[in-house]
T-cell receptor, first 110, second 115 residues
Framework: GENVEQHPSTLSVQEGDSAVIKCTYS??????FPWYKQELGKGPQLIID?????GEKKDQRIAVTLNKTAKHFSLHITETQPEDSAVYFC?????????FGIGTKLQVIP | DTAVSQTPKYLVTQMGNDKSIKCEQN?????MYWYKQDSKKFLKIMFS???????INETVPNRFSPKSPDKAHLNLHINSLELGDSAVYFC??????????????FGPGTRLTVL
């Protein structure tokens, strides 16, 4: 995968509201779609991933959906908390490498 | 225990110098990576090694030379540093999965500032 588009680039939500981040990709052969969270001064950390044989995956307040036909996938965070504030990256696992989106800076306002 | 460690955490140096960043992982993974993150937070792969063999070499200037003495280490040497090399460099590792991808574990990053 050479191109992963991610939006929005910044997102502010009130504590308790939901946040949604969307990504699109171009390589139909891609089969792995992880989401990483990067807190200030730290390296990215995987929070959830999905493979191409699954349409949706959920882990507590975090869920990811994948539409292979439309080539897009989304991250949903419900009941947001201040500690969810970070930069979130979507990524696409294609031939030989994982390509990252530009990142979304999420701010959860208490 | 630190899974992926990098040294140094901060590196400030003059243009034209040569510097190295070291990376070690204690996860037993067979694949290691170097990423560059610029000031806009864009995360771009530079190199990937699998069992000490180079498998990805993106369009990175040849002033950058990775070296993998063993599976647990992947160092990055940079010659003739330029202002545009200023960035945060992340090392990462993963365990290769037949026919697919696995989670990448990132180090804490090395902030390189070239003056």
């Amino acid at each position: 995968g050479e191109n992963v588009e991610q939006h929005p680039s910044t997102l502010s939500v009130q504590e308790g509201d939901s946040a949604v981040i969307k990504c699109t990709y171009s390589d139909s052969a891609s089969n792995y779609f992880p989401w990483y969270k990067q807190e200030l001064g730290k390296g990215p950390q995987l929070i959830i991933d999905i493979r191409s044989n699954v349409g949706e995956k959920k882990d507590q307040r975090i869920a990811v959906t994948l539409n292979k036909t439309a080539k897009h996938f989304s991250l949903h965070i419900t009941e947001t908390q201040p500690e969810d504030s970070a930069v979130y990256f979507c990524a696409e696992g294609g031939y030989q490498k994982v390509t990252f989106g530009i990142g979304t800076k999420l701010q959860v306002i208490p | 225990d630190t899974a992926v460690s990098q040294t140094p955490k901060y590196l400030v140096t003059q243009m034209g110098n040569d510097k190295s960043i070291k990376c070690e992982q204690n996860l037993g993974h067979d694949t290691m990576y170097w990423y560059k993150q610029d000031s806009k937070k864009f995360l771009k792969i530079m190199f990937s090694y699998n069992n000490k063999e180079l498998i990805i070499n993106e369009t990175v200037p040849n002033r950058f030379s990775p070296k993998s003495p063993d599976k647990a280490h992947l160092n990055l040497h940079i010659n003739s540093l330029e202002l545009g090399d200023s960035a945060v460099y992340f090392c990462a590792s993963s365990q290769a999965l037949r026919g697919g991808w696995n989670e990448q574990f990132f180090g804490p990053g090395t902030r390189l500032t070239v003056l």
